[in-house]
C-alpha cells in the first residue's frame, strides 16, 4: 500500500532512495544505478502528480481531460499498472515508459533513458517486483514531498552513487535530454540551476529545451 500523503522529511526520503538502490546491488553494478534508479523515481513523481491533479479537479469526467495535468499518462501506462504485473515486468515497463514519452514529446521525450529493462540476467521479475514494491511505499506527489525536497534528495543520491564508484558527483549530474556540453559546463558547480529545473520540469508545463536556455542564462 502505498504511504497516506503526509509531508516526507529529507532524512525520510535519502534514505528509502538508497534502500532502493541496494535493492539493485549485486545484480547490477553501482555504476549503473542511477540508469535505473532515476527513471523509476521519474515515473512514480509523474503518476502521483497525476493523482493529485485528478482529485482536485473534484470532477471525474473532468479530470480525464488532458489540460487538467501538466504531464500526459496514458491509458494503461499508470505505476498502479506496473504494480500488477508479475510477469516479464522489464517489458510492460520499458513498454510504458516509451508511451508516457510519446505522449508528451515536447517535455518527456528521452527523459527515461536508455535502460536495458528488458534483461533479465540483470533485472530479474522478482528483482523489479521489489523494487516497485518499494518505490510505491510513499507517495511522490507534491502534497508529499516538495521540490526542494526532492532536489536535495536527488543531490544526496548523486554523491552517493559517486562514492560508490570512486568517481566525482559531477560526473553523475545527467538529465538524459540534455547535450552532454550543458552537463559538462554546469557540472563544476554545486546544485546547478539546470539540474535544479529538472525536477520543476518534471511537474511543470515547462518543456525541457526553456529549462536548457533558462539554465545557459545563469
Known amino acids: 500500500m502505498t504511504q497516506a500523503a503526509s509531508t516526507i522529511t529529507l532524512s525520510q526520503l535519502e534514505s528509502h532512495l538508497w534502500k532502493s538502490a541496494n535493492i539493485l546491488r549485486g545484480p547490477v553494478d553501482a555504476a549503473d544505478f542511477k540508469t535505473y534508479i532515476f527513471p523509476l523515481l521519474f515515473f512514480k513523481r509523474i503518476c502521483d502528480a497525476w493523482d493529485e491533479e485528478y482529485a482536485e479537479t473534484g470532477d471525474a469526467e473532468l479530470a480525464l481531460f488532458p489540460k487538467s495535468h501538466r504531464v500526459q499518462i496514458p491509458d494503461n501506462c499508470h505505476w498502479n499498472g506496473i504494480r500488477a504485473v508479475v510477469t516479464n515486468v522489464g517489458n510492460?515497463?520499458?513498454?510504458?515508459?516509451?508511451?508516457i514519452e510519446k505522449a508528451n514529446p515536447d517535455t518527456l521525450y528521452g527523459v527515461f533513458g536508455d535502460a536495458q529493462w528488458?534483461?533479465?540476467d540483470r533485472l530479474s521479475d522478482a528483482l523489479l517486483k521489489d523494487q516497485n514494491e518499494h518505490f510505491s511505499r510513499i507517495s511522490f506527489g507534491n502534497k508529499n514531498i516538495t521540490s526542494d525536497v526532492l532536489d536535495d534528495a536527488y543531490e544526496y543520491l548523486i554523491k552517493k552513487f559517486a562514492d560508490a564508484t570512486n568517481k566525482k558527483a559531477g560526473?553523475?549530474?545527467?538529465?538524459?535530454t540534455w547535450s552532454r556540453s550543458t552537463v559538462q559546463h554546469h557540472s563544476r558547480h554545486r546544485a546547478p540551476r539546470w539540474r535544479r529545473n529538472c525536477w520543476h520540469w518534471i511537474t511543470t508545463r515547462r518543456s525541457c529545451k526553456s529549462a536548457v536556455n533558462a539554465s545557459r542564462r545563469h
Do not use: M, V
Open 92 to 99: 510492460a515497463l520499458q513498454r510504458i515508459i516509451r508511451e
Open 118 to 120: 528488458t534483461n533479465k
Open 171 to 176: 560526473e553523475f549530474y545527467t538529465c538524459p
